[in-house]
């Protein structure tokens, strides 16, 4: 059994189109990535509370940073046994995602594509998905 999967995504949202047996499922998958976060008085790199100077940059960064590795974590569990993956999408949270596919042992061995694309409808998704998998087939 073939599953071939493609997902289109960005750091708001994730659309897995999963080809089985030339079945094929959409799915969407919703970040919980804060875009930008401002705290009220926010205004400098160092912002003063009471006697003390503080850096949000770092704090931000870092829930950004852990809030990213959940969203991986959430298509990763929808994609464990997909034998070929097609990643593509208009940010570089693509080329993160599959950064983070090959820290996974059960992704060593899998064909993982990446390619740069823009906004697409649901049926130019699954056509872009359906054409990527017929080409590397012939």
């Given amino acids: 059994m073939k599953r071939e ?11 897995l189109v999963d080809i089985n047996n030339g079945n094929q499922t959409v799915k969407t998958i919703e970040s919980d990535i804060e875009s930008r976060t401002r705290f009220p008085g926010e205004g400098k790199n160092y912002s003063r509370l009471g006697a003390m100077q503080v850096n949000p940059s770092k704090k931000l ?19 464990e046994d997909a034998s070929d993956l097609f990643i593509f999408g208009p940010s570089k949270t693509k080329n993160l995602l599959e950064k983070e596919l090959k820290k996974h042992h059960q992704f060593q061995d899998k064909f993982i594509q990446t390619e740069n694309s823009d906004k697409l409808t649901q049926k130019q998704l699954i056509a872009k998905v359906k054409d990527h998998f017929e080409s590397i087939k012939s």
Avoid: P
């Fill in 61 to 79: 960064t870092n829930r950004k940073k852990h809030q990213l590795h959940h969203y991986f974590d959430e298509i990763i569990n929808n994609i």
């Fill in 5 to 15: 999967i493609g997902i289109w995504l960005n750091s708001t949202k994730a659309i």
